[in-house]
């Protein structure tokens, strides 16, 4: 049996600016982290020739073609196995749809586990854009290379997207006293909304294609923030990055009429009001989690518990997208 564990992430700075919609012409910049929630893949041969797939579904299938399920049918088609037997179940931490990544962390999480199965080796660097050759060239998904990128390598990344779709990466170069105080200070909460970015994106996507020069000055902007954010983290300052966050939310917003909404805009001021320097929704907006950067991280826990929000802690993952067992 292989099992393979891959990290989901939260966005530090520079979101959006990954889709190649806008990379190809601009050029993307953002930092990202990984964090110590996973997608698990195992993969197993089974006895008798078949696919079979476990996750929220269940599929029994001669060959590749008949699957259901589009990121698992492509990696495996890529793979041409011949005569195919094989068991594959995936579980996760955190459901999808939340905005932490997990699609780009279930792709690079199987990829790695049908390297492994095969007896093969890949760099992360080579997984990453493979995952994104399934999800954006294969499947035609309106999404950018953040998810993939960040879970096959891991850590705090900045990365930059070049307009010949290659990608450069870097750790971020933060005292180690710091990041123990951004892992106590960022505190993640569940708002109840699971959404799919892919409405949100596409919007991105063709105004970004179509020259909107709304959409265009916001992205500059937004990799603007990320260049900052990156700055103010390698010097330590933790308030600024928070005040940060809050200018890159309050550029965010302006991106889509669906990025929030009035619910999730009372909880925003209620944890502003409560101990937040500042903070977002991570992901593509619409739901899922709002991620603050706290002055006073006992009021705002309390705070946001009374407000009926759980709170998902977390501590940053370094090793990227791994064989757990071979």
């Known amino acids: 049996m292989i099992i393979t564990r891959s990290p989901l992430r ?8 990954d889709l190649p919609s806008y990379y ?27 696919i079979l797939l476990k996750y929220s579904q269940i599929e029994n299938v001669r060959k590749a073609e008949e699957i259901k399920h589009p990121i698992i049918r492509e990696a495996l088609l890529m793979q041409e196995l011949k005569t195919p037997q094989i068991e594959i179940t995936t579980i996760a931490d955190i459901p999808s749809g939340t905005g932490l990544g997990s699609s780009g962390a279930f792709t690079t999480g199987l990829l790695r586990a049908l390297y492994a199965h095969r007896r093969k080796h890949i760099l992360a660097e080579d997984l990453a854009e493979i995952a994104c050759h399934i999800e954006i060239d294969r499947l035609g998904e309106p999404i950018g290379k953040q998810d993939q990128y960040i879970a096959a390598y891991g850590g705090l990344t900045a990365f930059t997207f070049h307009r010949d779709d290659s990608v450069s990466s870097e750790p971020i170069k933060i005292p180690i006293e710091t990041i123990f105080n951004l892992e106590d200070s960022l505190l993640l909460f569940f708002t109840g909304f699971s959404r ?42 933790l308030r600024k990055f928070g ?3 809050d200018e890159h939310w309050q550029q965010k917003r302006k991106r889509s009429n669906g990025m929030s909404n009035a ?9 502003m009001d409560n101990g937040a320097i500042g903070g977002k929704l991570v992901g593509a907006g619409g739901g899922g989690f709002l991620m603050f950067l706290a002055d006073d991280s006992a009021l705002l826990r309390n705070t946001m518990h009374r407000a009926g929000l759980e709170e998902v802690r977390f501590r940053f993952d370094y090793e990227g997208t791994k064989v757990l067992l071979s």
């Open 196 to 237: 799919n970015a892919g409405t949100i994106l596409k919007d991105q996507h063709i105004r970004s294609q179509q020259n909107d020069s709304d959409m265009l000055d916001n992205l500059h902007y937004i990799k603007d923030l990320g260049y900052r954010s990156k700055e103010v983290l390698e010097r330590g300052d």
């Open 10 to 17: 939260i966005s530090l700075g520079g979101g959006g600016t």
């Open 24 to 50: 190809r012409k601009f050029e993307g910049f953002l930092i990202a982290a990984a964090i110590d929630k996973y997608v698990y893949v195992s993969i197993l041969r089974s006895f008798s020739e078949g």
């Open 243 to 245: 005040k940060l966050m």
């Open 263 to 271: 619910q999730i805009d009372e909880w925003y001021k209620l944890a």
